[in-house]
């Protein structure tokens, strides 16, 4: 037997162990199933996406590092506080006991749904208020969220939830089931956009004329840019940052009349995903058409609205579309998205209202004359003012073709539809982690690859997690400003043209 060295006994057992073991062990697995070639879950196979489970993982509250947990956690709960000093302010204002009585109930109702949000409570079928959207929102949390709460159902639903919730506070009662606690802020935005609002009525007050110095083919080139700019102009006034028209000068002014070059080109660099080109080469095939109709998802009332209708204004003037169709919402939601009486209040205030007065006469005049030719738009029937039911609830558009049919055959006939700003954004793409340089046609599913599906342009200002369509790149421009810019994904800064093929023409079937 070999003797070990004068080692103290620890040594010397691990000494005996360095001798007596193989150096490297190697198994033979021949006796094990073979090796399987296994694909990353996502994106899941439609035939298991759900409203739980979208096609790539949901962002949902409890996620730290998405923006669905500072919204939930603390944007949701601020916005409802501020909602309860409106209602309050208003029953201040109130003289007959009978609504101040039945004012006090919506606020009860109020505190007890900040206590389930700020409690993160299970989320509870909607009481039936006669609205036309509570069948809807009670199948879908029956049939995928039974038992989940405010933060650990997906991010999209559990918002939008807590917005029907506030609507049902007053729905339910008896004077105040059209009271909207956002109606001051909206009225607000507006009033303090002034120099933004008159850098745009002062051009557009006159119906638009190309000069008759011009050749055909420089007119061409002149529509070409000034519709591209306008495009501009109602894609960032989605923004929450609308510094893109106040802090204009002489130079870029001029650009936004017709000639393009820097200005255009300067803030085109921020549109990361960016189909431009492509929509004018759609919207231009329209003309030829007799009876182009181009409809318009609504995001933000006031100075969005009032951006959205310059934009249409023009297509109708160059007869690029002989219709609009305008979707808005039934009641108020995610604070400032447009309602019927948001509508009606910017065209009125535009021709009768005082809301300017430090304005010049010919500043007001610019004004009435443009509320003027859009009220009579919406007269002879140019203009339509459409708020289907389907808009107000949780589900995101690739339920819409089956929850809504009616609605969706009726967007099939549409030429074009534009989807505006954020919210509709995160409801085209199921708001969930999908990689972003998911082609866009991919990620709104059935709103592209069902039969009749219409053509569709998202404008879209980045102001939450879900980023597609950014090019075969993607995924490396997301990660390089990840890095770089921190919060991209919130600022508004960064914004999207995303434009898909559509189905049209194909006939449209319902199981
Ligand atoms: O609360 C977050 C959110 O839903 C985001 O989608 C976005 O930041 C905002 O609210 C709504 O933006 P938009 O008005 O553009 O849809
Ligand atoms: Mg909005």
Redesign the pocket.
């Known amino acids: 037997m070999t003797s070990l060295p004068n080692f103290p006994l620890w040594e010397k057992h691990s000494k005996i162990q360095a001798v007596s073991t193989p150096s490297r062990v190697t198994l033979h697995l021949g006796h094990l199933p073979s090796k399987k070639d296994i694909k990353a879950p996502w994106p899941r196979t439609p035939s298991r996406v759900d409203p739980n489970n979208p096609p790539w993982p949901a962002y949902r509250g409890y996620h730290e590092y998405s923006?669905a947990h500072a919204?939930m956690g603390v944007?949701l709960p601020t916005i409802l506080g501020k909602a309860i000093d409106d209602a309050s302010r208003t029953l201040n204002e109130q003289s007959a006991e009978d609504k101040i009585v039945d004012l006090v109930e919506c606020l009860e109702r109020m505190d007890a749904l900040m206590a389930d949000l700020s409690g993160n409570a299970k989320l509870r079928p909607i009481v039936d208020d006669g609205e036309g959207d509570v069948a809807l929102w009670n199948k879908e949390i029956a049939k995928y969220f039974q038992g989940k709460d405010f933060m650990n159902a997906p991010w999209l639903f559990a918002?939008a939830y807590k917005y029907r919730r506030l609507h049902e506070c007053f729905s339910v009662s008896k004077y105040w089931h059209d009271y909207d606690v956002f109606y001051r802020q909206k009225c607000d935005t507006f009033s303090r956009s002034t120099d933004a609002v008159f850098e745009l009525s002062m051009r557009f007050a006159e119906p638009f004329k190309q000069s008759e110095n011009m050749s055909d083919k420089e007119k061409a080139e002149s529509e070409r840019l000034m519709f591209l700019e306008l495009t501009q102009v109602c894609l960032w006034g989605?923004s929450t940052d609308l510094s893109l028209l106040i802090n204009m000068t002489e130079e870029q002014i001029k650009s936004l009349q017709s000639t393009g070059g820097d200005h255009l080109a300067a803030t085109e660099k921020n549109i990361l995903g960016n189909h431009l080109n492509q929509l004018w080469e759609t919207v231009k095939v329209l003309r030829e058409k007799t009876g182009g109709r181009i409809d318009f998802v609504l995001?933000?009332a006031g100075f969005e609205l009032y951006c959205d209708f310059v934009y249409a204004d023009f297509l109708i003037q160059t007869g690029l579309a002989k219709q609009i169709r305008f979707h808005g919402k039934r009641y108020p939601w995610?604070v400032?998205?447009v309602t019927r009486k948001d509508w009606d209040w910017l065209l009125n205030t535009m021709v009768y209202g005082h809301l300017f007065p430090k304005a010049s006469e010919v500043e007001r005049e610019s004004l009435r004359r443009l509320g003027a030719r859009w009220k009579q738009y919406e007269k002879d029937g140019r203009w339509q003012y459409e708020q289907h039911p389907f808009w107000c609830t949780g589900y995101t558009f690739w339920d819409l073709h089956s929850e809504a049919p009616d609605l969706f055959l009726h967007l099939s006939r549409a030429d074009l539809v534009y989807f505006k700003?954020?919210?509709?954004h995160?409801k085209l793409t199921y708001d969930c982690a999908a990689p972003a340089s998911v082609p866009f046609d991919i990620a709104i599913g059935p709103m592209a690859s069902a039969a009749g599906a219409p053509k569709i342009c998202s404008l879209r200002?980045i102001?939450?997690d879900v980023v597609v369509g950014l090019g075969d790149n993607g995924d490396a421009i997301a990660e390089r400003l990840d890095k770089e810019e921190p919060g991209w994904k919130?600022s508004g800064k960064y914004a999207v043209v995303l434009l898909s093929e559509g189905r049209p023409g194909e006939k449209v079937r319902f199981a």
Request: net charge negative; charged share 35%.
């Open positions: 923006f919204t944007r918002e989605n995001d933000n995610f400032s998205d700003g954020d919210l509709n995160r200002t102001k939450s919130i």
